[in-house]
């Protein structure tokens, strides 16, 4: 069976390199299936989940922000952060959306009421792909 290239690179650094019989990526006009031979497209990503499905198994990580490169044979995520399901910390993840409702209720102004709503964003996202099974 083909196999299509995944690379996950971040400013810190490549977070996951790997072959997937499909990938599942969250843009922001909706959810897509890659498989390999996929035409060539770029599309913004929402903070959510990319999936990676090999054989039988599944591989989740968290993505916040960025964008999806794809060509037949390689896809290519350039995130802000990224995180393995199993690289996450879930006890964090935890108290960043504890501290991001708080903060939301004590009534910010809009600016960083923007702000505290991308935190508790990441920070749900996270608990969900640490969840995903
Ligand atoms: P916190 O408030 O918990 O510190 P944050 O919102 O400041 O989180 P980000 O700015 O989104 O965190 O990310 C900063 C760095 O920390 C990134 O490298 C990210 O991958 C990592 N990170 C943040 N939260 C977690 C988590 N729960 N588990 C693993 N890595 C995390």
Redesign the pocket.
């Known amino acids: 069976m083909k196999t299509i290239k995944v690379n996950i690179v971040t400013p ?1 650094g490549p977070v996951n390199a790997s072959e997937a019989d499909m990938v599942i990526a969250s843009t922001e006009t909706g959810e897509i299936g890659i498989l390999p031979g996929h035409i060539a497209m770029v599309a913004p990503l929402q903070i959510g989940a990319l999936r990676l499905k090999k054989d039988n198994t599944t591989t989740n990580i968290a993505i ?1 922000g960025g964008f999806i490169e794809v060509r037949p044979d390689v896809v290519t995520v350039l995130a802000q ?3 393995l399901a199993s ?4 006890a ?2 935890e ?2 959306a504890k ?1 991001a409702e708080q903060e939301l209720q004590a009534k910010t102004d809009k600016l960083d009421a923007q702000l505290v709503q991308l ?1 508790l964003k ?2 749900i996202n ?1 608990i969900n792909v640490h969840k995903m099974k």
Do not use: M, S
């Open positions: 810190d916040h952060h990224a995180e690289d996450i910390d879930l964090r993840a108290r960043a501290r935190d990441r920070a996270r």
